[in-house]
């Protein structure tokens, strides 16, 4: 039998073919029929039927009293009642605002939706909602700057990539992270169209550029600052909407005074002919886009980056039009913070890092629920994963033994995409997608929306979440029915 979904290994959506038989998960292919991928496929994707039986695979819950034991298995119901236990321990300590539910970049839609609402429910102003960058949120530069959070910023759909004639790829390794969408954007330089790479790695995407602009680690921004002088300085802007579209960029050229060239080039560690060649490149193209955030990448940018790419794309004027544009890549119509009753969680919404609390606020730490492993890329080095273990309590939902339930006292087999349906708010397109379940999950693994609607039941508000009258099947289908209608974009 062939059953069409759509991947989620990250933001590109790309349609699949998956093949089974016998109820088990032989082959998946591309669906040469979805317009994101049209058939193409990436080697992560078509992988992705080996962890459905994968030796290593966690398919019931673990939990250990103590973390110097090794893990038992146990079953759903024992699970839960251990973690309410021990949630209810920490919250005797801390109170419940020591409990923190994380979230990243790349947790699923059901996930990002049920944590908030048992966050909520629960009493923590420590959702979700909070483990954002800053510059992604409602008081960001490109929320000020757009009148939009930076998390729902996507200009245009990889279709009209091929409009653009030079594209600047910011930070990110598309080729690496979300491998079906630099298909587009090789497309585009195939015809003729610049593409340009600014990052300080060698990456696979910086091999497939036009240009690649490599200054020194940390000093990105100063080579964008470049840029920006240069298009001043050689009057490569688009004064008409400047003057009509936009207004600081009086203060903005009066900033960049202090960024020659040359001083840039030599803090950069670029040749300066390579760096006016890039200038020259962007102020000659009409559409231009810039491309930067995505699912790995996001966490990395502070607001000047952001601030910068989108004057990059203000004073070109490619803005509003076929090709232009700032794409924040994997960005959503959703916004957390909307699920929220403010008097319900108390204050307290600033954006918050984990290695910041680890770090800086371990006494404020009672319990942390994390998805997947965020222990594998986390900044702080041993100090972090040191406060990490000295957590009172760690529960995580995962689908393999890493480096974050090295920490943990409870883990939760979590279903893949494969194995569960549930909407794809997430994207590089500017579309929202579903994806089906295609086969049973092994063991007792479940969903990330059914494991919160489970927790909230144990602890006796359940009732309160938008889903739970629908039966146990239809909690995906009735969680994302509630958001699309509650939300105005959809």
Not at 224 to 242: P, Q
């Amino acid at each position: 039998q062939v059953r069409r979904s759509t991947c989620t290994n990250c933001p590109a959506g790309c349609g699949v073919k998956v093949h089974t038989k016998e109820g088990r998960i032989v082959d998946i292919l591309g669906d040469e029929e979805h317009p994101a991928n049209k058939g193409s496929f990436c080697p992560k994707g078509l992988l992705a039927y080996l962890h459905g039986n994968h030796a290593r695979r966690v398919t019931q819950p673990l939990l250990r009293v103590d973390r110097g034991e090794a893990f038992r298995t146990a079953s759903w119901d024992e699970a839960l009642e251990f973690t309410v236990r021990r949630l209810r321990d920490a919250e005797s300590q801390k109170g419940r605002h020591g409990c923190h539910v994380h979230a990243t970049a790349s947790s699923p839609f059901g996930h990002r939706l049920g944590a908030t609402h048992f966050a909520r429910e629960y009493g923590t102003p420590n959702g979700p909602w909070r483990f954002r960058p800053h510059s992604l949120g409602p008081d960001g530069a490109i929320a000020r700057m757009f009148g939009i959070a930076g998390s729902r910023l996507l200009a245009n759909t990889q279709r009209d990539w091929a409009n653009s004639q030079c594209i600047v790829v910011y930070g990110l390794d598309l080729a690496a992270t979300d491998p079906m969408s630099i298909g587009p954007v090789i497309d585009a330089r195939e015809r003729a169209m610049e593409v340009v790479v600014i990052d300080s790695r060698t990456t696979v995407t910086a091999t497939k550029a036009s240009h690649a602009l490599r200054p020194r680690p940390g000093t990105e921004s100063i080579a964008m600052r470049g840029i920006l002088r240069l298009l001043f300085d050689n009057d490569w802007i688009d004064d008409e909407f400047v003057r009509e579209a936009t207004n600081g960029a009086d203060a903005l050229r009066a900033e960049l005074a202090a960024y020659p060239a040359e001083r840039v080039a030599h803090d950069c560690g670029i040749p300066q002919a390579e760096l006016n060649r890039v200038a020259q490149v962007i102020g000659k193209s009409r559409q231009i886009q810039v491309m930067t955030g995505g699912w790995l990448a996001a966490e990395r940018f502070d607001d000047d980056d952001l601030r910068l790419c989108a004057a990059l794309v203000a004073l070109r004027g490619s803005i509003g039009i076929p090709g232009g544009g700032l794409n924040l890549l994997n960005a959503s119509p959703f916004d957390c913070e909307e699920w929220l009753d403010a008097e319900a969680i108390g204050a307290g919404t600033a954006p918050l890092a984990l290695e910041e609390i680890l770090l800086e606020r371990p006494e404020s730490l009672g319990a942390l629920v994390l998805d997947g492993d965020p222990c594998a890329r986390l900044a702080g080095g041993q100090a972090a994963r040191t406060a990490l273990a000295q957590t009172p309590f760690v529960a995580v939902l995962g689908t393999y033994e890493n480096a974050t339930t090295h920490h943990a006292d409870v883990v939760f087999p979590m279903a893949s995409w494969l194995e569960c349906e549930g909407l794809i708010a997430n994207g590089n397109g500017r579309a929202l997608q579903w994806h089906h379940k295609v086969t049973p999950p092994p063991g007792t693994c479940r969903s990330h929306l059914e494991f919160w609607t489970d927790l909230a039941t144990a602890f006796g508000f359940a009732q309160r979440l938008p889903w739970h009258d629908a039966t146990r099947a239809q909690w995906n289908r009735a969680a994302a029915e509630w958001a699309l209608r509650r939300n105005p974009w959809t």
